[in-house]
């Protein structure tokens, strides 16, 4: 059996707890791999051996380490579709969507070459009399990235880009559920140039996060998973003074006005409430069709959409819409939440349940499922599926669809599907969540703006990638400089006479 260990100091450590977790195929159902899962001092040494490197590298010049980065991005794009491999067959989803996995991320680390440009500070020229003012961001020292399975090349890049790039060590610990590709990035970084110790990849669970929060060394902590670890950890880590930015889950909204192009607005519910299995946390998982002829209608186009999906294996290649989802966990959970909709009272209109592809019969594949009279009162609309379901929740009116977006505790996105200039702008002045389409279902924003969600989906002032990123991983310090008078009023400058 495969055995997959940590990154320390530029090489593979074997990891010496004794204790490992299972690394899925999904599509089989099979275990690939045995991840070693750290203890609390293999996760301390690994920090005190990154403070050492921080040294270095914190007073490197930005210039030289946005070099770093720019040939890391060439390296990303040689190795595009090895990643994408290893990705697809430890997460499940298709090969293009993991290609765009790392796209997105390399996104990122093509932003973060403007590092020198970033973090720049002020200058004030006579604050006061013979007195200047200037300000300049410094890096934090070691921070730390605790990123989820689903998008195991992105998310770990938009936090080792910008926190490295600023200057600091970064302690990463990636999901156990595929730990593959942080560890082929961080053997990236270190051929394009990043010195041994600056990124440390420390595999493991709850006991290395523990850790992480526990080690008066760590400076900040930049987490993306479920609301109750992101609220848990961006908690613990106030208490012990350290910076956090914490990102959770989602229930994603989109409102269709009766005077949408529906077709637009089908397809558009498909690819983002479908794709990667809903395992996105920008999937829409609500649809609100506002006015019962605009639901019907709706509903008629959705459903041969939606039995038309091909769902496969990521070895099937372009002809696969989505993949299975991580774990068999994964799995029973959506089916319960999908047998509690039905309980409630919900109208499962597409009944995936049965579904079962030949020759994977033991793999984490789930139907794709459409509900429809959703309510808010229902599980399945108060919870987060992470799986091919998705709800519709008919409105009477476009007040009663935006207070339901309004009302939910989750607000990472949202959409709204319109041909009206003015409810578009109503609605993306008044929404309370932090990313929204017009007549785009999934607004992710690109690297040079930040992504972030309000209320229960996102804890902390800052949000990820942008300048946003570059504040997070550096702190400000403001220096007010008066100079006495010197040479230039006592000196003599001029050639004399000799006496
Ligand atoms: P998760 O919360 O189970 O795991 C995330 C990380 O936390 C992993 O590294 C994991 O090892 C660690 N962890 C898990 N349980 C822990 C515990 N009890 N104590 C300490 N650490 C623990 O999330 P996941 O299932 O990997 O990812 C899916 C979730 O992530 C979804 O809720 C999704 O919406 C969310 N997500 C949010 C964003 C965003 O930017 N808001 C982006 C992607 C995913």
Request: proline residues 6%; glycine residues 10%; contains cysteine.
């Amino acid at each position: 059996m495969k055995e997959i260990h940590h990154w320390i100091d530029g090489k593979e450590v074997k990891g010496t707890s004794g204790r490992f977790s299972d690394v899925f195929n999904p599509a089989t159902g099979e275990v690939q791999a045995r991840l070693s899962l750290a203890t609390r001092a293999e996760l301390d040494a690994a920090v005190d051996s990154a403070a050492k490197a921080q040294v270095a590298w914190g007073s490197t010049n930005p210039q030289r380490r946005a070099r770093v980065m720019m040939k890391f991005v060439d390296l990303l794009n040689r190795d595009m579709d090895k990643l994408a491999e290893a990705l697809s067959s430890e997460h499940g989803k298709t090969f293009p969507d993991a290609k765009g996995d790392v796209q997105r991320g390399l996104e990122v680390i093509e932003f973060c070459i403007g590092a020198p440009h970033l973090l720049k500070g002020e200058y004030t020229d006579s604050a006061g009399t013979g007195i200047d003012m200037y300000s300049m961001r410094q890096p934090l020292g070691v921070v730390a990235g605790i990123t989820p399975f689903n998008f195991p090349a992105m998310i770990p890049l938009w936090k080792m880009g910008p926190a490295l790039a600023a200057g600091n060590a970064m302690i990463l610990k990636p999901s156990e559920r595929d730990p593959s590709v942080p560890l082929m990035l961080a053997r990236l970084l270190q051929e394009a140039g990043l010195p041994d110790g600056v990124l440390q990849v420390v595999n493991g669970d709850k006991e290395s996060v523990d850790a992480i929060l526990d080690n008066p060394v760590i400076q900040a902590v930049g987490f993306v998973g479920s609301t109750p670890i992101a609220q848990y950890i961006y908690e613990r880590a106030a208490a012990t003074g350290k910076r956090a930015q914490c990102f959770g889950g989602a229930k994603n909204h989109m409102i269709i006005m009766p005077d949408a192009d529906l077709d637009q607005a089908a397809d558009a519910l498909v690819g983002a409430g479908y794709g990667a299995a809903g395992e996105r946390c920008m999937a829409i998982s609500v649809a609100v069709p506002v006015g019962e002829k605009t639901a019907d209608a709706l509903i008629e186009k959705l459903v041969p959409r939606i039995e038309k999906l091909k769902v496969g294996p990521w070895t099937a290649g372009d002809d696969v819409d989505y993949g299975p989802v991580v774990t068999r966990a994964a799995k029973e959970n959506i089916h319960r939440l999908v047998q509690s909709g039905i309980d409630q009272g919900a109208e499962l209109v597409v009944d995936g349940r049965d579904f079962s592809l030949q020759g994977y019969e033991d793999g984490f594949f789930v139907g794709p499922h459409l509900f429809d009279r959703v309510t808010p009162d229902m599980d399945i609309y108060k919870t987060e599926i992470f799986g091919p379901v998705l709800s519709t929740v008919r409105a009477g009116s476009y007040e009663e669809a935006i207070g339901l977006a309004m009302h939910h505790e989750y607000g990472n996105g949202t959409a709204i599907f319109t041909r009206d200039g003015d409810a578009a702008r109503d609605f993306a002045n008044r929404i309370n969540i932090g990313m929204v389409g017009i007549n785009v279902p999934i607004p992710v924003p690109l690297a040079y703006h930040t992504f972030g969600g309000w209320k229960k989906s996102g804890f902390g002032d800052l949000n990820q990638h942008g300048p946003d990123a570059f504040r997070f991983y550096t702190r400000t310090k403001t220096v007010t400089a008066r100079w006495p008078s010197g040479i230039k009023e006592g000196g003599e400058f001029n050639f004399k006479a000799m006496d």
